[in-house]
T-cell receptor, first 114, second 117 residues
Framework: AQSVTQLGSHVSVSEGALVLLRCNYS??????LFWYVQYPNQGLQLLLK??????LVKGINGFEAEFKKSETSFHLTKPSAHMSDAAEYFC????????????FGTGTRLQVTL | DAGVIQSPRHEVTEMGQEVTLRCKPI?????LFWYRQTMMRGLELLIY????????DSGMPEDRFSAKMPNASFSTLKIQPSEPRDSAVYFC???????????????FGAGSRLTVL
């Protein structure tokens, strides 16, 4: 069975600082990996995804993530945090044959301070 | 496109009452998903449909929950009778078939916040 683990339910960074949100996955077959963001009182929206090919994936709002098979990780980064980045971030995994069934992590709430 | 539309946005009801949540997916999307979000359990997939056919309902908590998709533009999630532990935010999401297969990108609605007293 596939699963994702997000380390740290809350992360706080200063505006302008590096954002690093951690995600590790467990899958017996090559995974498809996603990061979604949820702003207060809204649904989730896609930040970026990895399926095949280049392991460094760029998404919206300056975020990127790198698929590292040897570490079974897909950490999300942004070089410089902005106040508008404050939200909850979810890592998710699926793989071919799951008929599109996404499994989400428990989420990491990002706080950005002045 | 108006996106995925859910109604009601908020519902407060008393234990034992029937609750019906509604979803209009994005036109042209052939997958529809119902998720539940709580602080304790996070995001849980309840059921999903492909071309209006239920594919996997293994996440439906119990027989009190049922979901239908009578056509490509409408789905309902019904709870009868409702209980306080059903209080949560229920999300509907839709997607096209993924490329590659299994890599669907979901578009979520804004959610329906249910409170059962």
């Amino acid at each position: 069975a596939q699963s994702v683990t997000q380390l740290g339910s809350h992360v706080s960074v200063s505006e302008g600082a590096l954002v690093l949100l951690r995600c590790n996955y467990s899958s017996s077959v090559p995974p498809y990996l996603f990061w979604y963001v949820q702003y207060p009182n809204q649904g989730l929206q896609l930040l970026l995804k990895y399926t095949t090919g280049a392991t460094l994936v760029k998404g919206i709002n300056g975020f990127e993530a790198e698929f590292k098979k040897s570490e079974t990780s897909f950490h999300l980064t942004k070089p410089s945090a902005h106040m508008s980045d404050a939200a909850e971030y979810f890592c998710a995994v699926s793989y071919t044959g799951t008929a599109s069934k996404l499994t989400f992590g428990t989420g990491t709430r990002l706080q950005v301070t002045l | 496109d108006a996106g995925v539309i859910q109604s009601p946005r908020h519902e407060v009801t008393e234990m034992g009452q029937e609750v019906t949540l509604r979803c209009k997916p994005i036109s042209g999307h052939d997958y529809l998903f119902w998720y539940r979000q709580t602080m304790m359990r996070g995001l849980e997939l309840l059921i999903y449909f492909n071309n209006n056919v239920p594919i996997d309902d293994s996440g439906m908590p119990e027989d009190r929950f049922s979901a239908k998709m009578p056509n490509a533009s409408f789905s309902t999630l019904k709870i009868q009778p409702s209980e306080p532990r059903d209080s949560a935010v229920y999300f509907c999401a839709s997607s096209r078939s993924g490329v590659p297969s299994g890599a669907n990108v979901l578009t979520f609605g804004a959610g329906s916040r249910l409170t059962v007293l």
